[in-house]
Each structure stands twice: as structure tokens, then as C-alpha cells.
């Protein structure tokens, strides 16, 4: 990709997060901007580690919690006026926080991999998160501990205490960690990651230390996952010890896998649906949760490389312009696909209501009803029935596209 093309790339990133508020005004849009705005920042810090230098850590969570912690500390400095400095700094210092948690930890840590390595990341995020609740006047205990973002110096007028400003705030900040984390791909560092990601001996045997290439991605991961901590602070005013427990690192986690590791914008698509899950979804049913265990469970199975990994599928078709030939065969094969979810879903919802009346897609479903029942049973197998059927015309018109062209047609 030429220079030109990758500046583009970066303004219309830099644009889009932007505009965002001005397509959906509404004081819900902008929380949840402001939450997908720390997810990235958050699962792009997670795909330095995973992704790309193959440490899997159940324990990411203690560098966004610690961060976080440190910032709404530096929030109650600035409103005691024992310091002065405008918040702007603050995801700065919580990823100057998180920095310094990741070289002492990282000294040890990262001296083994696979295995050892991940199970020295949950007994470090176990114990960090046993600490929140023993060391009172660093976390506050149980009920944390919180600031107030207003005080300090205007920046040109603003005071940040509406939800709109801090989410231009997080913006830039987003914008600059991500270039920045890109950047760090393009360095002999993230580069050899890669290699000892895939092959730590012969990265050993070429002269690179694989234990100092972890040490070093493992450092510049902690150190975005403090701004990312940073930034959530300067959201909610407040923080507790979830934000340092093994849920905390298992979200993470899921946004880093669903959305793509083997992809830079993976871990973005990844935070988009898993905070649209979180803030959404969680509205209408209250068994949210165990619709995103299923999806994860089927991105395992079906979409090991993730949705990036999906999209990306598509680029040598896209390339030799066969794309339109797939349009048809995905929507016959989808179609029935979503109607089948639906149903399913349709029958998870009337198992757990039981004997309530509920709306659903515009239909009003009774629990209680066995003709509901019978008619929602047939729903889903008919359409299973049908998307069974249609895979394999999906599977040939796949093949069709991405087939080179016989000699007689060239």
C-alpha cells in the first residue's frame, strides 16, 4: 500500500470517529461511543500480546485496572489543587501506570510462554484483584474509588462535564494510540514478535531474544491498556476492583478473538459488537450473556480468524471483481440462516419467560400456548432444513469465485 493510500486510510479513520456523534445525537449514542472508544483502545493493547507476539493472558485486566486507578487518583490530586494540570494528561498518566505494573511484572513473566505464561497471568490478575479489596487507601475496597473530571484548567472554555466533550477527548486519544500501536507493528520489534509468535527457537537461533521481544511487546501492551484504563476513568468518574478481576480480562478476551487476533482492526470490530452486546442487547433480554458464549463458541468453530478474518476472506475476490457472483448464493444460504436464528432465540426467550407474553419481531408470542410452540419448532427446523440445503450451492459458488481461470479463457 502506497504512502498516500495508508494517509487516507488514517484521515478517514481520524474522520470517522469524528462524525460519529453527529449521526446518532442522542445522550445513549454518545455513552456508547464513549464505551466502544475504551474497548478499542482496550482489545488493540490485548492483540499486541495474542495476536501478535502468541502470549495468551488471562490477566490483561490489572494494567487497565492499575491505570485506571492511578488516573482517578491524579482526578482527586487535581480537585484537591495538589496538583494542577488539565486532564488531557490523564489517560497519559494511567498509561504511564500501566507501563511501569508491565515491566515488573513482565521481568518474570515473560521469561516462559504457551502455557506457563498464561497461567502466570491469571494467578498475577488473582492476585492483584485479591489486593483491591486489602489495600483500602489505594482502591477504596469494595465500593472504589471516584473523582470529579470538571476541575482543573479549561481547555479553550470546555470543562469536559458534558458526555459529548469527553467523547472528542477519547477520540483523539484513540486516534493516537492506534497509530501509535500500528506503528509499533512496522518496528523490528513487532516484526520479530511475529516470528517468535510462530517460531521462538529459529527466531533464538537467527541471534533475537525471544524473551526479550515478549518483554518488550508485553511493556508497550501494558502501557495501552493504561490509557485505555485512562479513558475510563475520565468516563465514569469512578472505579471498583471489577475492573481488575478475571471478567474484566475475559471481556478483553472476546473482543481481541471475535473480532480477529491475526488483524490489526480485528480487536476494533471486536469492541464494536461486544460493547453493542453489552449496551444493547442487555436491554432486551436479560440472557445476554449466553447468546454471546454461543457466538464465541461458533467463532471458534466457524470463523476461527474472526469477522476481520471474514471480511478479509473476500479480498482476492474482490480483486478479480467476481465479488457480485456471491451475493445471491449468501443470500439464499442467509435468509433461511436468520430465520433460524430468530427461532432459536424465539424458543430461548419462551423457556425462560415461561408463562409471559412477549413482543418479538413484531409478533406477540404467549409461553403458555402450545400452538406457539408447534409453530415456532416448525419455524426452526424448516429453515434449518433450507440452509442445510443451500450450503452446498454457497460452497460451489465460493470455490467458482476464488478458482483461477482456465487456460482456454485466458
Avoid at 138 to 150: C, L, V
Avoid at 234 to 243: A, G, M
Avoid at 306 to 334: C, D, E
Amino acid at each position: 500500500m502506497s504512502m498516500v493510500k495508508k494517509l487516507s486510510v488514517w484521515i478517514g479513520y481520524l474522520v470517522v470517529l469524528l462524525i460519529l456523534p453527529r449521526l446518532f445525537d442522542s445522550i445513549l449514542a454518545i455513552s456508547i461511543l464513549n464505551q466502544m472508544a475504551i474497548g478499542i483502545v482496550f482489545a488493540l493493547s490485548y492483540n499486541m500480546l495474542l495476536g501478535q507476539g502468541g502470549m495468551l493472558s488471562f490477566g490483561h485486566a490489572v494494567y487497565f485496572g492499575l491505570g485506571g486507578f492511578m488516573a482517578v487518583h491524579a482526578l482527586i490530586m487535581i480537585e484537591s489543587e495538589t496538583a494542577y494540570f488539565s486532564i488531557l494528561l490523564i489517560p497519559l498518566i494511567g498509561g504511564a501506570f500501566g507501563l511501569i505494573a508491565a515491566i515488573f511484572i513482565g521481568s518474570f513473566s515473560t521469561h516462559k510462554a504457551g502455557t506457563v505464561f498464561a497461567m502466570i497471568s491469571l494467578g498475577i490478575g488473582e492476585l492483584i484483584a485479591a489486593s483491591s479489596l486489602i489495600f483500602v487507601s489505594f482502591f477504596g475496597g469494595e465500593a472504589g474509588i471516584s473523582g470529579d473530571r470538571t476541575f482543573g484548567p479549561l481547555f479553550f472554555g470546555v470543562d469536559f462535564a458534558q458526555d459529548l466533550e469527553i467523547y472528542y477527548l477519547s477520540a483523539v486519544w484513540v486516534f493516537i494510540a492506534t497509530v501509535f500501536m500500528y506503528l509499533f507493528t512496522q518496528t523490528p520489534s513487532g516484526r520479530m514478535a511475529n516470528a517468535v509468535r510462530d517460531n521462538p527457537e529459529r527466531a533464538e537461533f537467527i541471534g533475537y531474544s525471544a524473551r526479550r521481544v515478549r518483554f518488550i511487546s508485553f511493556c508497550a501492551s501494558g502501557l495501552f491498556a493504561g490509557i485505555a484504563g485512562g479513558l475510563f476513568a475520565l468516563n465514569y468518574e469512578f472505579i471498583t476492583d471489577e475492573s481488575l478481576n478475571a471478567i474484566t480480562s475475559g471481556r478483553v478476551l472476546l473482543m481481541a478473538y471475535i473480532g480477529g487476533l491475526g488483524y490489526f482492526i480485528g480487536p476494533i470490530v471486536g469492541a464494536v459488537i461486544l460493547t453493542l452486546m453489552n449496551s444493547l442487547l442487555s436491554n432486551y433480554s436479560d440472557l445476554w450473556l449466553l447468546y454471546l458464549g454461543i457466538m464465541f463458541v461458533l467463532t471458534v468453530m466457524f470463523l476461527p480468524r474472526g469477522f476481520a478474518g471474514f471480511i478479509m476472506m473476500h479480498q482476492v475476490v474482490w480483486l478479480r471483481g467476481n465479488l457480485k457472483s456471491l451475493i445471491l448464493p449468501y443470500l439464499i444460504t442467509g435468509i433461511p440462516a436468520a430465520i433460524f436464528t430468530s427461532a432459536c432465540i424465539a424458543l430461548v426467550e419462551m423457556s425462560h419467560l415461561e408463562e409471559e407474553v412477549f413482543h418479538y419481531l413484531g409478533l406477540e408470542l404467549d409461553p403458555s400456548a402450545t400452538l406457539t410452540w408447534i409453530i415456532t419448532i416448525a419455524i426452526a427446523a424448516g429453515s434449518f432444513y433450507a440452509t442445510r440445503r443451500s450450503v452446498g450451492q454457497l460452497s460451489d459458488a465460493w470455490e467458482s469465485a476464488n478458482s483461477f481461470p482456465d487456460s482456454e479463457d485466458r
